[in-house]
């Protein structure tokens, strides 16, 4: 993700940090206003973390009302990148397949939405066919053709017109780039990418040019939605999307209201996976956090779209006075430091290990926002939402165990190691927009200055990011040897999250996100045994060893497997955290209470 990739590939805003740690603690633990039971209508704390809470109390009918301080950045499904907009996209665009409506990881498991199953793969992996269900129509009643599911995949090759979006399947389908995209496309239908066969209009065809064992877990996400090529809109499309899906656009005003209402020519029959329980969605968007979360606990709105936790000032309130409409998930994000290999003397793996072992990871923590508002300390880098995961079971540097308030002595053991006994200069990266990190950055400088470790810290604007931490030459021209990042799935595994980070194909003279520069045979390799594998525990194991390597190799200090505090509205039925959208609540589903 560009500018937004705040918080890993799935672009989303990030609320800043800055509570006293020990009111959050205080509040975790159940003190300080509204008990676990919850008042005035509230489920209760974390009643809707990973599980349902008000199930059987929702209704047929009324208004459900988001509130947001940052849009999509595009309502166009080939164009969207941010989280919030992919899980929102469900309710007028359908998939072949899509992640259950269920809570927490099963949630994550793919399942079939306009198709009748699941892939039937052949081929060794290399051909997935899937027949389109009957009565599948979008908003004007016509119905959902097989072409019209390869039609709004081709549009991912208009990367001139229609860029910002993932191109996962652009580079599976067509690894050497040789389809133009359908705008360029001379065949008369429009329908030239021979990867995709549509021998009729209820049976879609997929021939992969090599196995990639994630291939339908890419086409459950929203960019893999059916576009018809009468209604496409091209750049404006984003404006007014055409439904497939239970719900159409009424109006949009970007950045300040969206309201959607009921298609009438949605056939429930037709869809094992929305229940479509509200009449009407809308978003109401404000410039200001603070107000919109003061909303929200006066009961305007039901929930924050942008599910990247409350301001802290409102979740200061909430926490005091209505603890039990809060939600508490692990978020699905790791926040980390990385260091360029390209900026000495990070090209040593000792002097990397040195500022993993001079950190103060408990101090990390606490910048961040604390073990509610930030997150467990992170121990290694693959997210507990990624199959493969091992929490902080796996801690190789002791970071939340013996040495998590740092060790003074091991990291003058690193630098001695790597030939710099009386320590070093270096400068840390961090975006200027993003309070929360910039507080983490001097928590590091901190730490780091214990061990012999001068850190100077250079805010740059936040907006600029690709062109500034993601350009290699640029890192190398500033000193940044220390970058604060972020990063989440695209897709939950070790592909989805993993690749763009630590694979070396993906290091890119701009908008470049390998920050470390990781160029290590042994995870390439990992990476290919990976996708081509279509055993999961085998996939699973193999997410393991690439996770070890990477924290073998030093080359990233993780922070936090990171946590929100999210508002669950009075008024809220039906609702639960999935992983498959990164710990947000599953919009799809949601309603109103009886």
């Known amino acids: 993700m560009t500018t937004q990739r705040t918080t890993g590939r799935r672009k989303q805003a990030v609320a800043a940090a800055g509570v006293v740690a020990a009111l959050l603690a205080t509040a975790a633990c159940g003190g300080g206003g509204t008990d676990e039971g919850g008042e005035g209508g509230a489920a209760g704390f974390n009643a809707a973390n990973n599980k349902v809470a008000q199930a059987s109390e929702v209704k047929k009918g009324g208004e459900l009302k988001f509130a947001g301080v940052q849009d999509a950045d595009s309502w166009d499904t080939t164009r969207g990148y941010y989280g919030f907009a992919w899980n929102f996209m469900r309710y007028y665009s359908r998939t072949l397949v899509t992640g259950k409506t269920e809570p927490g990881a099963k949630g994550a498991e793919v399942t079939p939405d306009l198709a009748t199953s699941t892939a039937k793969i052949t081929d060794d992996g290399k051909t997935y066919t899937y027949t389109l269900r009957d009565g599948v129509t979008w908003e004007d009643g016509k119905p959902i053709t097989s072409k019209d ?19 996962y399947l652009k580079d ?44 339908e877990d890419m086409l459950a996400m929203a960019f893999a939605s059916p576009v018809r090529q009468d209604k496409d809109t091209k750049s404006k499309y984003g404006l007014k999307p055409f439904s497939s899906g239970p719900y159409k ?8 209201k969206l309201v959607l209402v009921r298609n009438e020519n949605w056939k429930q029959a037709s869809d094992p996976i929305r229940k479509a329980y509200p009449d009407k969605i809308s978003l109401t968007l404000f410039t200001n956090a603070n107000d919109m979360d003061q909303r929200l606990i006066n009961g305007d709105y039901d929930l924050d779209i942008n599910q990247t936790g409350m301001s802290p ?8 006075e209505h603890k039990g409409n809060l939600d508490n998930p692990v978020s699905g994000y790791v926040r980390y430091a990385v260091f360029p290999q390209s900026v000495k003397p990070f090209d040593n793996v000792d002097c990397r290990k040195a500022v993993l072992y001079g950190a103060d990871h408990e101090s990390l923590q606490t910048a961040r926002g604390g073990p509610v508002a930030g997150g467990d300390i992170g121990t290694n880098m693959l997210p507990p939402s990624v199959p493969g995961a091992e929490g902080q079971k796996y801690d190789p540097y002791d970071m939340a165990g013996a040495d ?23 400068t840390i990266a961090v975006r200027n927009n993003k309070p929360v990190e910039v507080a983490t950055a001097e928590s590091l400088q901190a730490s780091l200055k214990k061990v012999g470790i001068d850190a100077e810290i250079d805010q740059y604007d936040g907006a600029q990011t690709s062109g500034i931490i993601g350009s290699p030459s640029n890192v190398v021209k500033k000193g940044y040897g220390i970058i604060i990042m972020g990063w989440g799935p695209d897709f939950p595994t070790v592909q989805g999250f993993g690749l763009p980070l630590w694979n070396s194909k993906y290091i890119l003279e701009s908008g470049n996100n390998n920050y470390a520069l990781i160029k290590d045979k042994t995870i390439d390799g990992l990476f290919a045994d990976y996708v081509t594998e279509l055993d999961d525990a085998k996939k699973e194991q193999l997410s393991t060893e690439i996770n070890h390597k ?12 990171e946590k929100f505090i999210n508002w669950r509205g009075n008024n809220l039925a039906n609702v639960y955290t999935t992983d498959n959208y990164s710990g947000q609540y599953d919009f799809v589903n949601l309603g109103l209470k009886k």
């Not at 599911?149 to 191109?167: F, M, T």
């Not at 990477?550 to 497997?561: D, R, S, T, W």
Request: charged share 25%; hydrophobic share 30%.
């Open 149 to 167: 599911v390869k039609y709004g995949i081709e549009r991912q090759w208009a990367q001139d017109v229609l860029s910002g979006g993932p191109v």
């Open 172 to 215: 599976v389908l067509d690894p050497k780039g040789e389809y133009p995209g359908p705008y360029k496309d001379t065949s008369a239908d429009k329908l030239g990418l021979k990867a995709i066969e549509t021998p009729d209009d209820k049976t879609i065809v997929f021939k992969l040019p090599a196995a990639n064992s994630d291939f």
């Open 249 to 256: 656009f009424q109006s949009y005003t970007p950045n300040k």
């Open 313 to 320: 000032q409102g979740r200061t309130t909430a926490l005091k």
């Open 404 to 426: 998590k308030k740092g060790n003074v002595a091991k990291a003058k053991e690193a630098l001695k190691a790597c030939g710099q006994p009386n320590g070093f200069k270096t």
């Open 550 to 561: 990477v924290m073998e190799g030093g080359y990233y200090l993780p922070f936090v497997f």
